[in-house]
């Protein structure tokens, strides 16, 4: 999720050149795919589908991803793209504001239902060490739990934070406590998600703050 | 998993009693069946596959177990009368040490590997409203909100905990804390998790308690 993204519009991988129309058809099939894939996961989801989904023959489906491998990394490149412009939107040293930041990614849930779930599922399809995506999920979610926590030790370095807490430990609880609700959400979409996190948020830095 | 659960050991569901032999067949299918699902889920796991891990005929399986939805509800049972044992082994109203309880949860997976990210892979297999396992889950989640509530109300009620919190919206939190560290887990085995869950323990009841 913070890994720098090689910009991928307007070029593919080749650096073959594709037309406004082709870019298109490929974005239109990656928000196809991401839909199929966190409703019926990978195993339940074949490029005939996508292609038929997205309106576009398999041969056209081919001429952007040659594997359904390159296409779910495609998927997971749009994903964590959205996650980390949502995350770092107010820059990239938010402080204890990260804790309300949080809180709004909860809040585009609804706003962008095909995306939720969509990790939760290739998690749970990946977990064999030899799993497709297992590398790419583990140095995505090691890379955004290291960012969370540099977030924290900067705050901490201007005096925002309390000294006595494991802040390895608070950013791994932030991201559990983030995808838990979102498994929460899946599972019971009565949960109120977001009250949920702005309570959590509010005693998140009211425990951490320096000063209360 | 707070709903009480009918002993199935000793008696089939239409009261017809199986042997010690039967029985012990029964546990090994589940248990069989436990670590196949958790690993590739329901689509990735077909009732011959699971007969064959467990050494049983697909007659025998069938004996048991006519549907693989009867299978799956039965995997399920057996998981969350596990972690109904771990969550009330100190009593029905633990208080706050509820905190602790959850992290000796957190404690327990290495001895379970087979248990963990089974709910996860099969809540992300069951997303569609017309999915098989649905309303179980969405019922035992809300079951097990609604017990965490209980055990936060009751310790309210005897001055353990102050008056400004949202009860609903912690149990919310605990269980989205304790899912989401699951998939943390899963998807990175270096995961601090049982520390992690022992500094979110002691800092919820230090933001929780009424005297501090």
């Given at each position: ?6 910009p991928t ?9 594709i037309s406004?129309r082709g870019?298109?058809r ?9 839909s199929l894939?966190?409703r019926?996961g990978?195993r339940g989801?074949?490029l005939a589908q996508i ?24 998927v997971l490149?749009?994903?964590d793209?959205h996650?980390n ?5 107010g820059g990239?040293?938010p ?5 309300d ?9 609804p706003?962008?239902?095909e ?10 399809e ?5 799993a ?11 890379a955004?739990?290291?960012?969370l926590?540099e ?5 901490r ?11 390895h430990a ?5 991201l559990?406590f ?9 599972v019971?979409?009565?949960v ?6 702005i309570?959590?948020a ?5 425990a951490l703050?320096?000063?209360?």
């Open positions: 999720m913070s890994t720098p993204t090689t519009a307007g070029a593919r991988g080749d650096g073959h050149k406004a870019e298109a490929r974005a239109r099939i990656i928000e196809v795919a991401t894939l966190a019926n990978s989801t074949s292609a038929s989904a997205a309106g576009v023959s398999q041969t056209g489906l081919l001429h952007h991803f040659s594997t359904k491998e390159q296409l779910l990394h495609a490149d749009r994903r793209e996650e412009a949502l995350l770092w939107r990239p040293d402080g204890l504001g990260i804790f930041i949080v809180a709004d990614v909860v809040a585009d849930w706003k962008h239902p995306l939720v779930g969509l990790v939760a599922i290739l998690v749970a990946n977990v064999g060490t030899d497709v995506l297992k590398d790419r999920l583990t140095a995505t979610y090691r955004t739990v290291a960012r926590e977030t924290l030790v900067s705050a370095a201007r005096g925002e934070i309390r000294a006595d807490v494991d802040l608070k950013a791994i609880e932030i559990a983030l995808s838990g609700l979102e498994m929460a959400w899946l019971d979409s009565d109120p998600a977001h009250a949920t996190a309570g959590w509010a005693a998140q830095v009211e703050a320096l000063t209360r």
